[in-house]
């Protein structure tokens, strides 16, 4: 098989982050020897972002597929582990003016059997995912995965979210799907035809929505996340890991 170099759009205090999670684990474990060294294994990982295999990862590392499954379910479980709660998610949110609430559903392979993970509004396969994000679009807080057939709605009460910003009387901006969720998350007005100040309420409330957006773009920047190949068990683990590697960097 021939293998040649690419390249990976992420930064290499990244990779260095991840090499140090991994070194950490491997003096607590004791672990002696293995086929890859530390920054290799980050590196590996690092490489899965783009989308590869698990069989093309294996052969242009020169392992196993077997062994290079594990290495990248053993590397993200280890930042996964620190990526923030809600509950510590809220003391960075205190010191914010705001914040600004968005979901997303990541794409998944599953059949039409599938109904659970069937979303009607985005028309595929997927997990619900809401964030949190600052006046400026960076990352603060990523919920669990829950089937996409789940409504953002139904996702933000699940976890808690709007007892939590109305226990510290947070502002948040939303989106017209969360309307009636409560009265902290602020909401467009519905209709199409809105004339007056209720449409340039709608047109303010867009452009600070909208910074929002740049957090969910950084998450799916993360090219594996556009299109999920592993158990739907697995994508709250990626998604924490990636929160907690931006968070860190």
Request: charged residues 25%; glycine residues 8%; proline residues 4%.
């Amino acid at each position: 098989m021939l293998v040649y170099p690419s390249g990976i759009d992420l930064s290499s205090r990244t990779l260095r982050h991840l090499s140090g999670f991994l070194a950490g684990h491997r003096r607590r474990m004791g672990s002696r020897w293995r086929r890859l060294t530390c920054g290799r294994q980050a590196m590996l990982v690092l490489a899965q972002r783009c989308g590869d295999t698990y069989a093309r990862l294996a052969a242009g590392f020169r392992i196993g597929i077997v062994t290079a499954y594990r290495y990248i379910r053993e590397a993200v479980d280890l930042p996964a582990a620190l990526a923030p709660t809600l509950e510590q998610a809220m003391t960075t949110v205190r010191m914010k003016a705001y914040v600004i609430l968005d979901g997303t559903v990541l794409s998944i392979d599953r059949i039409a059997a599938d109904r659970p993970y069937y979303s009607v509004k985005k028309k595929y396969h997927g997990m619900n995912v809401q964030v949190l994000a600052d006046p400026a679009g960076r990352l603060i807080w990523a919920s669990d995965a829950l089937p996409g057939a789940t409504r953002d709605l139904t996702a933000v009460r699940v976890h808690g979210i709007p007892a939590a910003l109305a226990a510290d009387d947070i502002k948040c901006w939303a989106g017209k799907a969360y309307q009636g969720a409560d009265p902290a998350i602020l909401c467009p007005d519905r209709g199409e035809h809105l004339r007056g100040w209720r449409r340039r309420h709608n047109r303010d409330h867009a452009k600070i929505r909208s910074l929002g957006e740049r957090a969910m773009a950084i998450l799916k920047s993360w090219r594996f996340l556009r299109k999920h190949r592993c158990s739907t068990t697995r994508i709250t683990a990626v998604v924490r890991a990636v929160l907690a590697l931006e968070l860190a960097t």
